[in-house]
């Protein structure tokens, strides 16, 4: 017997039919002789729905209000699986965040846990029932609702996992397990059977959204053995076959070494470029650029600064598209007379794609293959960034599909 903890996503939960069969299938957990929790995300569609009704009465919703508002779709998501659990003669009870209690910090709309009690969720699991908790929210020391940002019902499972000290957390989604790159865009990418740690937090963080990032860190903090798989398998298949399928999140570095250099391409179309031009090259220029916009709180992903010519250089950044129109405001408004630029520009429409692999460490060429391909192509690269196990190139949005097909398929990450 083992405590589990199941996490569905937006998807395996969408409809009355999706939320019976996950019944089923956590009830033939439990009646395997397994304690499970249950961490589920608002039906698909929920908090966009949420989201959207908060736009339409003013553009600058209050961030405590949104948190309200956004955290009712993982409620109703709780009490209709308890429900439908009740309807197959289980014993379940739902809780929210703030029930358990799922302790956060009060950075409303994009929160991180804090901690996590444990007893009263113990004693149900020991009383026989099937505990469900709301993904995405949490509660801060003050009593606000608090919510983890989009796609943070990972997250909570991860932690909840953590908490309890879980055998495993277990990530049903809309996809049978992670893969060389998002199935959506390479129709024959190849799925992982395991995918080690730092991968998965590299390609989280580099936009693959099959997992949200925080939830890999806390599976990395807790050494909790991870795995994705699909909810839309038959629910009653065998409990034994199920237990392994997917894509298990591996923390043994070693089991990756013969394999390939290149284990997946990620891929952001959540990037904007700005560039301050003619600044003076001189020490303290790039603290005073950044330091106002990370005042701001706005981060700064890519960043580069070109050769100075007659003492004055072009300093190039990427930010979050939902932070271009501020960033810009705090540039024009705060920095750029300051410093003397001559003037800042900006893109819109650009996007990042990254090739990863652990393998990359022991190889070389990789960079100049990624660039042969990309020129190959005809795309132009208006930014790098490369880490130990990982290489991004910035370039036009319309590019995107196209690069990341043409990287797919040269470093052979396609199914056989
Ligand atoms: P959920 O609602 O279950 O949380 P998400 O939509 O957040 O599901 O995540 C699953 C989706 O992630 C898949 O449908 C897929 O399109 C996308 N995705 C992006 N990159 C990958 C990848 N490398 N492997 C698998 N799925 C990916
Ligand atoms: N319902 C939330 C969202 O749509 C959280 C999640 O699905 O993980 O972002
Ligand atoms: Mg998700």
Redesign the pocket.
Known sequence: MALIVH???????GSPERIKNVALRVAKWHDAGHQIVVVP?AM?GETNRLLGLAKEITAQPDPRELDMLAATGEQASVALLAMALHAIGKDAVSYAGWQVAIETDSAHTKARIRSIDDVKVRQDLDAGKVVIITGFQGVDELGNITTLGR?G??TSAVAVAAALKAAECM?????D?????????VSD?R??KTVTFEEMLE?ASL??????IRSVEFAGNYKMPTR?LS?LTDPLMPLEEEAISG?LISFEEDTKMEQATIT???FNRDETKITVLGVPDRPGIAYQILGAVADANIEVDMIIQNQSVDGKTDFTFTVPRGEYTKAMDVLNEKVKAHIGAASITGDAKVSKVSVVGVGMRSHVGIASQMFRTLAEEGINIQMISTSEIKISVLIDEKYMELAVRALHKAFGLESA
């Open positions: 996490k569905y996503g937006g998807t395996s939960m995300s698909s796609g019902s990972d990530i049903y989604t809309d996809v397990g992670v893969y060389t790159t998002d199935p959506r865009v990418a799925r992982l390609m936009g693959s959204k099959v997992l949200q994705v909810s894509t997946g391409i990620a």
